[in-house]
Nanobody
């Protein structure tokens, strides 16, 4: 069974930094894409950043220049380094990745349980 597990959220003051991690286990192949989404209360879930297996990245305009997404294919793990955090970055951050269960030829989309990031002003 493929599992996606995030870690690294917490409470930080505005201007501070946090690093989120997300590991994908149980997949027979390295994820083709790995992404971070976030959802603030009353808002829709939005894409924060995405990285492909070969390292192509894209970011939401609101985080460009402040957040950096990276990955370790050997560990099938993705990271999100968040610098210069603002109060508007407060949200639950979700990891999203594709995976292929062992014994299956089908790729599926998976989500983590989310990790809370709170930025105090």
């Amino acid at each position: 069974q493929v599992q996606v597990v995030e870690s690294g959220g917490g409470l930080v003051q505005a201007g501070g930094s946090l690093r989120l991690s997300c590991g994908v286990s149980g997949s027979s192949s390295v994820s083709n894409y790995m992404s971070w989404y976030r959802q603030a209360p009353g808002n829709q879930r939005e894409l924060v950043a995405r990285i492909t297996k070969i390292g192509v990245t894209n970011y939401a305009d609101s985080v460009k220049g402040r957040f950096t997404i990276s990955r370790d294919n050997a560990k099938n793990t993705v990271y999100l380094q968040m610098n210069s955090l603002k109060s508007e970055d407060t949200a639950i951050y979700y990891c999203n990745a594709d995976g292929r269960p062992r014994g299956s030829t089908t790729w599926y989309d998976y989500w983590g349980q989310g990790t809370q990031v709170t930025v105090s002003s």
